[in-house]
């Protein structure tokens, strides 16, 4: 039987790994090589002394869509329903998103009633920006920026009241840089197929759409009854990665940590990783490796590591907050985000206990850089530095006045993969390399199909489905 070597312990190659043992299923060795003392990779759900559950990466997974309906039939799977913790549509934090204007917070529209109605900071009411839609040329070309597109599209409010602080929060990237393409497909498709954004959603209305087996599966069932928005589960979504660990020890998948790949070559259909002095040779690889990290293994085809190595990343400083009581912050909402054209260091603030309570505690997480870390602290900045602008922020914005009674502080280094204009190409480029020089592996992971944690997971589905075993 073929034995197949996975790169990388983060939720990537932890569902690879999962699923080679599930979906196809792989009778042959499993080998996941991770370079780190941990797996989970960004995902870091850290429960502290008081019991108070803090999330340093990725802190919810989004319910809806068919990497939703994956993500959740693996949970399924796994046993987890009883430890999941739904927020539904309705609550607070998906009615409630605010962004930082001049130094006040504003609400944005979500309501149809909102929509209408002329709110600060805008100078009209949005429903103006979707006749600006109707009326706006096609314009054919093959990618461009998301603000770019919604600025031609929708007007300049919209692109910089909603995409731009969108684009901070979500990617910690500067949306005149990033790719509509990429990361706002269904957009771009709907001008490129229909002319404009409004006519093709109002025509997918009337598309009979392919039944999505997973729909069937118990716990999807229940997120689309219950109409869930995003999940967490009770120790933090680190509970998927203990549990999936768990499940590949036990489907004999043999798990190699402080393994950091140095060296990968292709000689006569078999694939030779080295790690330090230790060669393995296997059959195929899943590589779930950053694109940078695998940009920088020694061996690869000149031509493929120059398309990695077309993918930029960025750093994000994360501030957890608590404070004692659970009436610190006034009004109940997912949290605020801050466009790229207010003189403020962070991107956004997120509301955590209004999400998930915890007793008489108040959670908050401040981010800050990612796209201008560098020019904003510097190369090396002190973790005292990102603490105080953190509470300095949340003082100026939401008049908090107490001091925090505990505080983690994380730099995570080249943690969001930038999907700049021309991504979709580059990927699709690399991956075809790999096929037209008969080497046997796969690319999966943030670095090219998306990057939430559900996107992870889906991509790491694909690459399995993909293998000719």
């Known amino acids: 039987m073929p034995t197949i070597a996975v790169l ?29 003392s941990r797996l989970g990779g960004w995902i870091n759900s850290e429960i502290l002394r008081d019991g108070t559950r803090l999330e340093i990466g990725p802190r919810t997974l989004r319910a809806t869509g068919a990497a939703g309906a994956n993500s959740l039939a693996m949970a399924h799977h796994l046993g987890l329903e009883n430890k999941i913790i ?67 599209r929708f007007g300049s409010e919209v692109a910089d009241y909603i995409i731009d602080p969108l684009t901070r929060g979500v990617f910690a990237g ?40 997973l729909l069937k599966n118990e716990l999807v069932r229940k997120a689309r009854t219950e109409k869930w928005a995003v999940w ?14 768990n499940r590949l020890i036990l489907d004999g998948v043999e798990i190699r940590k402080n ?24 059959d195929h690889i899943i590589s779930c490796l950053s694109s940078k990290d695998m940009s920088s293994i020694v061996g690869l085809n000149f031509q493929l590591k120059s398309f990695l190595e077309k993918i930029p990343f960025v750093t ?41 309570p915890q007793e008489n505690k108040t959670v908050l997480t401040v981010m800050m850089g990612g796209y201008w870390f560098n020019s904003l602290f510097g190369y090396n900045p002190s973790k005292d530095v990102l603490l105080n602008a953190a509470i300095l922020e949340v003082h100026n914005t939401l008049h908090i006045k107490t ?18 204009v021309g991504h979709t190409e580059a990927v699709e480029n690399a991956r075809q390399l790999l096929i037209k020089d008969n080497v046997p592996m796969k690319l999966a992971g943030n670095s090219y199909d998306g990057v939430g944690v559900n996107d992870s997971i889906m991509s790491a589905r694909n690459a399995v489905m993909c293998l000719q075993l």
Do not use: W
Not at 203 to 213: A, E, Q, R
Not at 262 to 271: E, L
């Open 8 to 36: 990388g312990g983060g939720i990537t190659g932890l569902s690879a790994a999962y699923y080679l043992k599930h979906l196809q299923p792989h009778k042959g060795a499993v080998i996941l090589f991770e370079a780190s």
């Open 86 to 152: 739904p927020v539904r549509y309705g609550h607070p934090t998906t009615r409630n998103r605010m962004i930082q204007v001049g130094g006040e917070l504003h609400t944005l529209p979500s309501s149809l009633k909102t929509a209408f109605q002329t709110t600060p900071p805008f100078s009209k009411p949005l429903v103006l920006s979707l006749l600006h839609d109707l009326r706006a040329a096609k314009v054919s070309n093959s990618d461009e920026s998301l603000y770019s597109f919604v600025n031609r």
């Open 174 to 213: 500067n949306a005149r840089e990033l790719s509509v393409k990429s990361l706002g497909k269904v957009l771009h498709e709907y001008e490129q197929t229909h002319g404009g954004v409004v006519k093709g959603a109002l025509m997918n209305l009337f598309t009979i759409k392919k039944k999505d087996p």
């Open 232 to 245: 967490s589960m009770t120790s933090g979504i680190g509970t998927l990665v203990d549990s999936l660990t």
């Open 259 to 282: 393994s950091k790949v140095d060296t990968i070559k292709s000689d006569r259909g078999k694939m030779i990783i080295k790690c330090g002095s230790e060669i393995s040779i296997v």
């Open 316 to 356: 994000v400083g994360v501030v957890n907050l608590v404070y004692e009581g659970n009436s610190i912050v006034k009004q109940a909402a997912f949290g605020y985000l801050v466009p790229s054209s207010e003189p403020s260091n962070v991107l956004g603030v997120i509301f955590d206990t209004c999400a998930f």
């Open 403 to 420: 001091e925090p009674c505990s505080a983690k502080v994380s730099i995570l280094q080249d943690c969001i993969p930038q999907y700049v």
